[in-house]
């Protein structure tokens, strides 16, 4: 049996705005395996980098978690108080965030900034903590001489490994990637994502949780996928089921635009509409005013989560009833 990294049980993040309650992530359930690279799927306000913001517990406000359970080695991390959570960010799960344009310090040469990360979670000299960081730049494709330089000083996909070394500085068991490959041309995001799968093949304990709004992308690299929508789930199963056989409708009109290189013809379908006024969602199924399979009991009722089988789970009120 698999050994579980992460257990994320019934997650409720709302951010409370004047205009309202925003349900950004609501009722959300999912487990991470141990060297297991799951993709976190959906449109730009979806809920996706709420749920790793929730799990590293640095939702900006005005977020906050309102219900859930996130299990990292049988500790909830919602029970945690700040100094136990410091402890588990960095060295037990990472984060590459969205941009790394911005995540860095302009005023700190990125060796410094890798190092100071190691140096805070590890009792070691700093010479070692240095060479650790030389080496990381290596490991990511990069010139050691790197560690001297400045942010500006270096491209965008430079500064994206940079990122990614220093996710790697304390060797966590975790990484959530956010849109790692954000703003990048796509000879550097297919570089990017070859790193990634490289490091997740060379390093076999470690687990990756990759947010994108990408399908095409997710799918060479993760091996479950779970596709979110107003920030609910819609479909979740291994990856080679939700390709072959996706039955959420959302899940098709994402992959309806996902090129097959063995079809000389394909005919491309958008979805219709847009996404959901998260400050005043639609009642019953929140994907049912963009739903051309959407019936009455649709716009009445909230699905249920059902599993179809082999841990394929899907929320339509066209299959769950």
Known sequence: MAESVLNVRDLN??????SGVIKAVDRVSFTIEKGEALGIIGESGSGKSTIGWSIMRILPYPGKIVKGEIFYDDQDLLKLDMEEMMKIRWKKISMITQSAMNAFDPLMKVGDQITEAILIHEDIP??????????????????????????????????????????????????????PTTALDVIVQAQILKLLEDLKDSMESLSIMFISHDISVVSELCDKIFIMYGGRMMEYADTQTIIGNPLHPYTKGLLSVFPKIEETEMKFESIPGSPPNMANPPKGCIFHPRCRYAKRLCREKTPEIVNVGDNHFVSCCLIST
């Open 13 to 18: 993040s709302y951010y409370f705005m004047p």
């Open 126 to 179: 700093k010479a070692i903590a240095v060479k650790r960081a030389e080496n990381l730049l290596e490991k990511v494709e990069l010139r050691a001489s790197i560690y001297r330089n400045y942010p500006h000083e270096l491209s965008g996909g430079m500064k994206q490994r940079a990122m990614i070394a220093m996710a790697l500085a304390c060797r966590p068991v975790l990484i959530i990637a956010d849109e």
